[in-house]
């Protein structure tokens, strides 16, 4: 008898939408000798932000949310709870990337590129050279250089340790996206007609692969394979060696809006791909030989299918350590008896993409600001249905001497900003001088948690006692 132990893989596919929403579920795969499977479990539904949600990351517990209410938000997703947002940039959040678990980038419409410290969230760089909007970005597996495209049709290449332009590139079509292979050897392009594979070490244009419709998305799947997903409803593979096609897979009917790529397991060649659709359709496919290079799966195979009830924009997988995978909603009251901080503490030791954020910049074409954020403070209001809950206290913030957010004991709110919709959001007042900084808000015990059946911010019950217990 030969017995086979099953395997399991589980990450989490958060989906931003155009109606404000986060949608998070847990992916679990699951092989059992040559049978592999997948499903799809709904954990929350957040409505996050007052406008569209056009921009997600992740690295390690730390997710972002960037949208058109000019705000990225952060979220610990141990506990399941939003933790802070930052308020540097001025117009609608086109892209978000971290470099490791030490730096996120930020880019908006008004085509400012920021640099962050994710300790503390200090505002590290503000890189300026745009003349319009950021449409894409990418960052350098080694963290030492960045590519930003425009709406100004061109293609800037940043030095990140030096904080300024490297390179600029002047096209006569608009570049829409822009990624980097996994070890860095070759970019793409994105185009309304297809996508432009370049090599890194010379710059040139190696080739120019079109597609039948328009491409929305697209990744590197290897070196070796590229992937794009497009208005007809197909993710189309090509190699990157030669630019001819390689296989693909008809993923509905709609327009595919993020595709992501992950390997089944850690001692396995399969990959899968999950794609997310304008319909709101969550699918999980175990790619075919011809992309992943195996000799297990000859043809694509749907293991997967999710419908949500939103209009799916953005994506992205967290995949979180087995401590960090909480079993229940987060409860504050739980934060408080572990002693959780709210701030993300790094401890992988990998590199600092702005190690010389700080250097002086002697030449460079683009202006860079030198300014560090200033942190706003925040008394933030929650909902539960549709009464309104009191308002929590807010903890309003400083810096020390490096320019770190200090959290302190003030129950007073600076007041706030109007959004879009004509609204007052607190904690997102604009200093003087300088816009921007990380809005700790009540990051010990009032955070906004993940709600599952309201599809709100929740709200604890117990937050209105605490708050008269601290007054007394």
């Known amino acids: 008898l030969i017995f086979h132990m099953a395997l399991q893989t589980r990450f989490e596919v958060v989906a931003g939408s155009y109606n404000h929403v986060l949608y998070g579920y847990e992916c ?39 949208s058109s209410d000019e705000i990225v938000r952060v979220y610990n997703l141990e506990k399941r709870a939003e933790v802070g947002t930052l308020v540097q940039h001025e117009g609608t959040i086109t ?15 008004e085509g400012m590129l920021c640099v962050w410290q994710v300790q503390g969230w200090v505002n590290l760089k503000v890189l300026k050279g745009h003349k319009g909007s950021i449409t894409g970005l990418a960052v350098h597996p080694s963290g030492k250089l960045a590519i930003t495209v425009g709406r100004d049709r061109t293609v800037r290449t940043w030095n990140l340790l030096k904080g300024r332009s490297l390179f600029i590139h002047n096209r006569k079509t608009d570049a829409i996206l822009v990624r980097w292979s996994p070890l860095g050897a070759s970019y793409m392009l994105t185009t309304l007609q297809g996508i432009e594979l370049y090599s890194t ?9 079109r597609s039948e419709s328009r491409v929305h998305c697209a990744i590197f799947i290897s070196e070796e394979i590229v992937a794009f997903g497009c208005e007809d409803g197909v993710v189309r593979f090509s190699s990157v060696a030669s ?5 693909a897979i008809k993923n509905g009917e709609s327009r595919v809006r993020d595709v992501a790529a992950v390997r089944a397991f850690a001692d396995s060649d399969d990959r899968v791909l999950v794609t997310t659709t304008s319909d709101g359709h969550i699918r999980v496919w175990l790619l075919p030989d011809s992309v992943t290079g195996a000799t297990s799966h000859p043809e694509a195979a749907l293991l997967a299918d999710e419908a949500t009830l939103g209009r799916l924009t953005c994506m992205a997988l967290a995949m979180l350590p087995e401590h960090a ?52 403070a925040s ?12 308002q929590q206290s807010g903890s309003a913030a400083k810096t020390n001497k490096k320019g770190q957010a200090v959290p302190t004991s003030s129950g007073k709110s600076d007041g706030g900003r109007p959004d879009k919709g004509g609204k007052l959001k607190s904690g997102a007042e604009k200093p003087a001088k300088d ?22 911010r929740a709200h604890d019950d117990n937050e209105d006692e605490k708050d008269k217990k601290k007054k007394k």
């Open 28 to 66: 679990v795969l699951a092989k059992n000798g040559d049978d592999l499977s997948a499903a799809l479990k709904l954990l929350y539904r957040y409505e996050s932000h007052a406008g569209c949600i056009g921009a997600l990351a992740s690295a390690g517990t730390i997710l972002t949310s960037g």
């Open 435 to 456: 816009k921007g900084g990380w809005d700790k808000g009540s990051a010990k015990s009032g955070h906004d948690k993940f709600s599952k059946d309201t599809g709100k």
């Open 243 to 247: 630019g001819e096609p390689v296989d």
């Open 201 to 209: 070490e010379t710059g040139q244009l190696t080739h120019d692969i």
């Open 95 to 109: 892209a978000l990337q971290f470099h490791g678990q030490k730096n996120l980038l930020s880019t908006s419409e």
């Open 325 to 376: 995978r909480p079993a229940v909603l987060a409860d504050s009251a739980d934060d408080e008896k572990h002693g959780r901080k709210a701030d993300s503490d790094d401890e992988d030791g990998d590199g600092d993409i702005a190690a010389a954020a700080n250097a002086d910049d002697d030449e460079g074409d683009a202006p860079v600001s030198k300014t560090k954020s200033k942190p706003a």
């Open 379 to 390: 008394a933030k209001s929650a909902k539960l249905g549709k009464k309104e809950s009191a």
